[in-house]
């Protein structure tokens, strides 16, 4: 059956076609998808630099290209991936799109705001994308001084125009989505009914609020040292190298916390649904997204553990670490518990949110290894570092992205995709996963440092074995963007509320209508109200 | 052919007690990553749709089922915590009795003095079983000396000293690599530590690698190169103050402060000598900074420590 | 009813003018937390090298002017009291008032930034530009340009904000006389004046810290 | 609604206040009080920069989310000073 372009209703793909309706839109609907499409672009790109690292750690001689390309690839590989893929991915796409949509508001409460912040977003794309296609940059996502202020001889200084300009974006969004969940809730909407995706973003946010000012800066003063010859961070005339990591720190180790917190939303939106179930400790889970938002900013140190911080404040970091882990702990703990007892459907959506739990709690459990101090001071910079947070990055956010983009893409686009197919990625994907990083948790212990494209000819074979699983994982990733955009074409109609999920998002048609509802709904219940039949009290009372 | 190394030879004392700790993060780890695994598999298919498992009794709240998930985890880490702090504070006290080693990192190279005056590039000989101290710097970026075998690692920061000790408890060769990333020949910046027994170190010191001066000895003579004893003379005569018995005493500075005369007051005081200045003293002393190299540095240094053996109890600041 | 807008002034995602107003304002607190951290970096830097160098830093804020310093405060706080009035004109909806007092603190603002000009003329005659003409005389003249440094990017981005800040109450002078603003209406009045007020506090700080280190020294 | 309406008089006494501290501050400056100098200047611009964020930006007449978002800003760059500071004044060498 030829599915024809559904014209029934007017929604927000089909009201206006011109570039224009695009480029100049201010519905947060049509922000998102441009989001995707960029925060595609740039996967891709940091995606090819990923496989030229992984094809020259083939030989120990690492003769596919020179060492200068070679620090160029894994910098640009990390800042592509970091700051312009994986911080805006669930936020600025799924975030745009659900937040006003889950608390019943018509849009975002300052659209313009949310335009320019993806021609911001697009500003430092360019200057940071200039700065690669003129010869790129080799300081390591890190930047760490003086090496960046002074040695480097790279595009250093675009580059942290672009990512200084990137963050008023993500600050801009922050603010947004903060604004919005405080004033814009639909009546009856009350904090604790919030799903868990809306608490995520509002923890997400007060990260990038609070944070993201601090990297910028830190940033702009290392562009002044490099454009002015001297600076703050410049141990010739007493400055101390240190400063710089603590400032960096401050904001990157909370970042990894804007990574995974809106696929933490996801994971409890999409294991709720195909569970039928309504999600065990609810509250418990909206005080640990606030927990992980706050905590996240008191463990920076633990990246510093052997960079000659004092041994004292070494020690307050990694306690602190410990503690932060309890709620994501808290978390782990719950979304298994909401399987007990019960309807499990497996669906794309959720095989990616169980891989997601999976792959989070290795991830998440060698990250305690690595806040326990002298553990650290061995594996610290060695591939043990690349394992830990390719596990919660790759492993964790990305699997969380793939289970939104999976879930709702029916409301997306009103169409639906293959199940085999998509079922026939998720494998492979888990698969190749783990055969690319799990052999760097060994070469790390073993003593393989990171950033070398040579190394003892023993490292081989595991380094082998990696190559060949980021070349399958390699294969998942593009087997999902062949059967997404054959379903634009001739994929099923959707209707309104394809998995049977509870949310207003749902109750609205797909795809929805410029200004979401027809009328702004009235919220009386819990999220995740799920009653068919798990809930035998619930149904024996009413 | 295929012989996949898959876990690094222990080789100092720290490494056993580092990879002990390990294997007891392991456990909690394999503990808890086969908790997650075993409940998400085996809940799934229990309760897939269409199975008939009873469903009767489901809650979503159990505030005590919580606080067990939250409590568990604290008293396990703080445990953890505990018993790796002791280690890592063990780890940054090097024993009284430690001889020291000089280092100074540098694009792409490491430069080692032993204070018997041998010197090496990217390869450090030490004997078997001596506790050894690497006073570390770096004449540009930031490196990092890091040795698998003997689970040792220190970020090597120019404008200052860090140190790293290690004992040897292996005859062997193992890996050095520069750990922090420094540029094109950062994964070049590699080389060997060789732990021989004592006697064939003592015989490697005296051997080809010896340059007959020791580092103390070469700084002495760079004391009168560059001029130093014009101004201090043993005798405090000079326009500057005596060093001899210097290091390691309380200094009294201008500003009523005291310091404690470590390597790091003894580098300031030659590259930026105005930086803390002796009471009763003019700030007349010329900066160094442009004239003498860090592993200079080290002699000048090496030397004034060897003055403060001299006669520790005779300077009364 | 929530979707029928009570006036033309309330934009389309918005129920009515009460929490248009309510989102205006909690925005600009959320943007001005983001300032916060922001300037805070900067301040960090500060209080690291002022506890590693205490009196390298005495030394060299003995160049500042604190006489000029001293104005320049004074200048700001009477330039956020006349914000301040506008503000309150606002809220009785005397459009005059609102124009007058909002020339003044601008005029207040350029008055600032052009004593902060001769400020930047003497350093630079005496010197004392790191990464142009740093040249030190006293003791400690790698810690002084850390100092300088630390000086000129401090009041470099303050400046800045106030250059935007001026920027900003002169859209909204322009808007107030096109009659946009009424009794009922006039949150960009109050948000800009949250921002204005804002630059005024920073410079509060900076005052004391840059200008105000031992004296009596 | 329309936010509180604070009387002239008010913002009148308030800028009184604040040039007062300004004049203190500037005269402690000429005292030797040791390591209370910083102290006493931070104190005053601390008291000052409170009373232009309680008055003339209206916090006191605000909503408690209002407060809340003040505080967190500070609260945050307290975070800030205070483990990096850990770091440095707990420096020994062994
Ligand atoms: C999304 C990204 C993300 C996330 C969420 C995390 C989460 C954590 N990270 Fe990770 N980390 C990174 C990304 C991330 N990290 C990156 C990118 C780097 C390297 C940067 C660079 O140098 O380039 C890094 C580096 C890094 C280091 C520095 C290593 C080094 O350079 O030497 C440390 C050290 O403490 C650390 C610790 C932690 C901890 C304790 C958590 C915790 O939040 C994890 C909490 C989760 C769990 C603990 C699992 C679930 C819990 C259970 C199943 C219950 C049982 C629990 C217990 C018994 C405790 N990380
Ligand atoms: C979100 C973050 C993220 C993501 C998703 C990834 C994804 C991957 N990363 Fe990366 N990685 C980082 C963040 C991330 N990484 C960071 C921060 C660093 C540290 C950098 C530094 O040290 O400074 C790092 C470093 C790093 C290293 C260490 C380099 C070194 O230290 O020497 C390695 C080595 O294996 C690696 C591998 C991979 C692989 C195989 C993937 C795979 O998952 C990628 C799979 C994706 C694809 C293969 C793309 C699919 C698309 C296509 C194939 C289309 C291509 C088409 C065209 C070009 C038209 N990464
Ligand atoms: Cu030296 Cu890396
Ligand atoms: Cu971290």
Not at chain 1, 131 to 138: E, L
Not at chain 2, 308 to 316: I, N, R, Y
Not at chain 4, 16 to 43: E, K, Q, R
């Amino acid at each position: 059956m030829e599915a024809s372009e559904s014209t029934d209703h007017v929604n927000y793909l089909n009201n206006g076609y011109g570039v224009k309706s695009w480029l100049l839109t201010t519905d947060h609907k049509r922000i998102a998808i441009l989001y995707l499409i960029s925060i595609t672009i740039f996967f891709m790109i940091g995606g090819f630099f990923a496989l030229v690292i992984r094809l020259t750690l083939l030989s120990p001689e690492g003769t596919l290209v020179s060492a200068d390309t070679y620090n160029k690839m894994f910098t640009m590989h990390g800042i592509t991936m970091i700051f312009f893929f994986l911080i805006p991915s669930i936020p600025a796409v799924f975030g745009n799109f659900l937040v006003p949509m889950m608390i019943g508001a018509r849009d975002l409460a300052f659209p313009k705001i949310n335009l320019l912040s993806w021609y911001v977003y697009i500003v430092g794309g360019m200057f940071t994308l200039t700065a690669m296609v003129m010869g790129g940059v080799d300081t390591g996502w890190t930047f760490y001084t003086p090496f960046s202020s002074g040695y480097s001889h790279t595009n250093v200084v675009p580059t942290v125009i672009g990512v200084f300009i990137l963050g008023f974006s993500s600050i801009l969004t922050g603010l947004n989505f903060i604004v919005t969940i405080h004033k814009m809730r639909a009546p009856g909407l009350t904090w604790f009914r919030l799903p868990l995706f809306i608490w995520a973003h509002y923890a997400t946010s007060v990260i990038q609020i609070l944070g993201t000012p601090v990297i910028a800066i830190t940033l702009a003063l290392v562009g002044f040292e490099r454009i002015a010859g001297v600076g703050i961070f410049d141990p010739n005339i007493g400055g101390d190298p240190i400063l710089f990591q603590h400032l960096f720190w401050f904001y990157s180790h909370p970042a990894v916390y804007i990574m995974v917190l809106p696929a933490m939303g996801v994971v409890s939106e999409v294991v709720t649904c195909f569970s039928r179930r309504k999600l065990f400790g609810y509250r418990q889970m909206a005080f640990a997204s606030m927990a992980i938002a706050v905590f996240g900013f008191l463990v920076w140190g633990h990246h510093m553990f052997v960079s000659g911080q004092s041994v004292y404040a070494g020690m307050a970091f990694s306690a602190l670490s410990f503690l932060v882990a309890i709620p994501s702990a808290v978390k782990v703990f719950n979304w298994t518990a909401t399987l007990y007892k019960g309807t499990i459907r497996f669906q794309t959506p959720v095989l990616y949110a169980f891989g997601f739990i999976g792959l989070f709690t290795i991830g998440g459990l060698t990250g305690i290894v690595l806040a326990t101090l002298p553990v650290d001071v061995h594996v610290h910079d060695t591939y043990f570092v690349i394992a830990h947070f390719h596990y919660i990055m790759v492993g964790g956010a990305v699997m969380g992205y793939m289970a939104a983009l999976h879930f709702w893409w029916p409301k997306m686009t009103g169409k639906l995709y293959s199940e085999g197919w998509s079922k026939l990625a998720a494998l492979i994907l888990f698969v190749g996963f783990n055969l690319t990083f799990f052999p760097q948790f060994i070469l790390g212990y073993l003593g393989m440092p990171r950033r070398y494209h040579i190394y003892p000819p023993e490292f081989q074979v595991l380094n082998v074995l990696s190559t060949a699983g980021a070349s399958i994982l390699g294969l998942g990733y593009i087997i999902p963007f062949f059967y997404l955009m054959w379903s634009l074409r001739k994929g099923k109609t959707a209707g309104d509320n394809p998995w049977n999920a509870k949310g207003l998002e749902w109750l609205t048609s797909s795809p929805p209508p410029t200004f979401n509802f027809e009328k702004t709904p009235i919220v009386n219940e819990e999220a995740y109200a799920y009653t068919d039949g798990v809930f035998e009290e619930d149904v024996a009372g009413g | 052919m295929f012989n996949i190394p898959l876990f690094p030879t222990e080789a100092s004392t720290t490494a056993s007690r580092v990879d002990l700790l390990f294997f007891a993060l392991m456990g909690i780890i394999v503990f808890f990553t086969a908790l997650i695994f075993v409940g998400v598999i085996f809940f799934s298919i229990r309760y897939r749709q269409g199975s008939r498992a009873s469903r009767k009794g489901a809650t979503s709240e159990n505030l005590k089922l919580e606080l067990v998930w939250t409590i568990i985890p604290l008293c396990i880490t703080m445990g953890i915590f505990a018993w790796a702090s002791k280690l890592y504070f063990d780890m940054h006290v090097p024993p009284r009795d430690a001889m020291d080693i000089y280092v100074v990192g540098k694009q792409w190279m490491w430069y080692i003095q032993h204070p018997e005056g041998n010197r090496e590039i990217d390869e450090l000989h030490v004997p078997l079983g001596k506790p050894v101290r690497l006073i570390l710097t770096s004449q540009d970026v930031i490196h990092d000396f890091f040795i698998p075998a003997f689970r040792v690692k220190q970020d090597v920061i120019p404008g200052r000293y860090t140190t790293e000790w290690f004992e040897a408890t292996k005859v062997g060769e193992y890996h050095l690599f520069c750990a922090q990333y420094c540029g094109t020949g950062h994964a070049q910046m590699v080389g060997k530590v060789i732990v021989m027994q004592p006697w064939e170190y003592e015989q490697w010191l005296s051997g080809k690698s010896s340059t007959g001066a020791t580092m103390s000895s070469s700084g002495e003579q760079l004391f009168t190169q560059f001029g130093c004893v014009t101004c201090h003379k043993s005798d405090n005569t000079g326009r500057g103050p005596s060093l001899i018995g210097l290091f390691g005493q309380k200094v009294k500075l201008q500003t009523g402060q005291t310091v404690v005369a470590d390597m790091d007051y003894i580098r300031e005081s030659i590259l930026d000598p105005t930086a803390k200045v002796v009471a009763t003293y003019q700030p007349v002393m010329p900066t160094f900074k442009n004239q003498i190299d860090q592993a200079q540095l080290m002699q000048l240094i090496e030397y004034v420590k060897s003055l403060g053996k001299q006669q520790t109890a005779s300077k009364g600041k | 009813m929530a979707n029928e807008h009570s006036s033309h002034y309330v934009a389309h995602q918005f129920d009515d003018l009460e929490q248009q107003k309510e989102a205006g304002t909690l925005g600009m607190w959320t943007f001005l937390a983001t300032e916060i951290l922001f300037f805070g970096g900067m301040f960090m830097a500060y209080f690291v090298y002022r506890f590693s160098y205490p009196d390298a830093f005495a030394a060299a804020s003995h160049y500042m002017d604190i006489l000029l310093g001293g104005i320049n405060t004074g200048v700001l706080l009477v330039s956020s009291l006349t914000m301040a009035l506008a503000v309150h004109a606002a809220q009785e909806g005397k459009r005059k008032q609102i124009i007058l007092f909002l020339i003044i603190t601008m005029v207040f603002g350029v008055t600032f930034l052009v004593i902060k000009g001769f400020e930047y003329h003497h350093k630079y005659v005496e010197h004392l530009v790191p990464g142009w003409n740093f040249e030190y005389k006293g003791p400690n003249a790698g810690k002084a340009e850390i100092y300088f440094i630390l000086y000129f990017v401090m009041t470099g981005f303050h400046a800045l904000h106030l250059i935007i800040g001026i920027g900003v109450l002169s859209v909204i002078a322009m808007m107030t006389a096109r009659g946009n603003f009424t009794k009922e209406y006039y949150s960009p009045v109050e948000v800009s004046g949250l921002y204005w007020h804002f630059i005024d506090i920073v410079w509060i700080f900076l005052y004391p810290l840059l200008y105000l280190i031992h004296v009596h020294k | 609604m329309n936010g509180h309406v604070v009387s002239r008089k008010v913002y009148y006494f308030i800028f009184a206040a604040l040039m007062v501290l300004l004049i203190l501050t500037i005269s402690m400056a000429y005292f030797d009080l040791g390591p209370f100098n910083v102290i006493i200047a931070l104190v005053i611009a601390i008291i000052k920069a409170t009373l232009v964020i309680l008055y003339f930006m209206h916090v006191r007449y605000g909503s408690r989310v209002t407060w809340v978002f003040v505080s967190a800003g500070f609260f945050w760059l307290i975070i800030m000073f205070t483990l990096t500071m850990s770091d440095f004044v707990t420096r020994f060498s062994f």
